[in-house]
């Protein structure tokens, strides 16, 4: 792995919040059902979004006219797969917040204490930009968290990788390893929230 990781980070653009529309002045809120739910505006392309879905987070990178996932299993993942479009993604999951900062991660990684379940990180490997976002479970320890990417299935091959592992197997060849410092909700309906996000 190489640990210079001063270079900034040229992959993930920074794009304003697409606007909410004005929040409903009626006491009662509740959420819309899914065929109700507004458009949302696409992000720019190359950015970065995370999302839940059955209560899992995901993260998804766009790629021009579609967006690649962190979907480990297109078989079990229901309707995600690890290549969707915007209206297709948006669909399917839930609390979609877009990445708006990124800074360094800091060495050695085990020590960087931003480092948890649910957190991302984007980084190159072999040209490749890609990004993936953190699941521990019931396992405890910087070693045993997993990291999801968002690596195809083509890529995976190129670069001898698997969808998912441990950071020292996911990440022994990556460069400028960036984390998502910051995100901002995307608000398609007046009573979304960040709910279900713990960082």
């Not at 078989?75 to 900062?101: I, K």
């Not at 991302?120 to 320890?141: F, M, P, R």
């Not at 968290?145 to 698997?162: G, I, N, V």
Request: hydrophobic content about 35%; proline content about 9%; some cysteine.
């Amino acid at each position: 792995m190489n640990a210079a990781n001063d270079r900034p980070q040229r992959h993930l653009r920074i794009v304003p919040t697409p606007s909410a529309p004005p929040e409903s002045s009626s006491p009662t809120r509740r959420r819309l059902p899914r065929h109700q739910r507004q458009d949302l505006p696409e992000p720019a392309n190359g950015s970065v979004v995370r999302f839940k879905k059955s209560g899992y987070g995901y993260v998804a990178i766009r790629r021009g006219d579609h967006w690649e996932t962190s979907t480990a299993d297109p078989l079990t993942d229901g309707f995600m797969h690890e290549v969707m479009s915007w209206p297709q993604m948006w669909a399917a999951g839930r609390y979609f917040e877009l990445a708006t900062d990124l800074q360094p991660i800091r060495w050695p990684p085990n020590k960087d204490k931003r480092l948890v379940e649910e957190s991302v990180v984007c980084c190159t490997t072999d040209a490749e930009h890609w990004a993936a976002i953190a699941y521990q479970g019931a396992y405890t320890g910087f070693n045993e968290r997993l990291w999801y990417s968002t690596l195809t299935s083509t890529a995976q091959k190129r670069l001898k990788l698997r969808s998912y592992g441990y950071w020292s197997e996911m990440m022994r060849e990556a460069q400028n390893i960036h984390i998502v410092t910051a995100w901002d909700p995307l608000l398609p309906w007046p009573n979304a929230t960040r709910r279900g996000w713990q960082n």
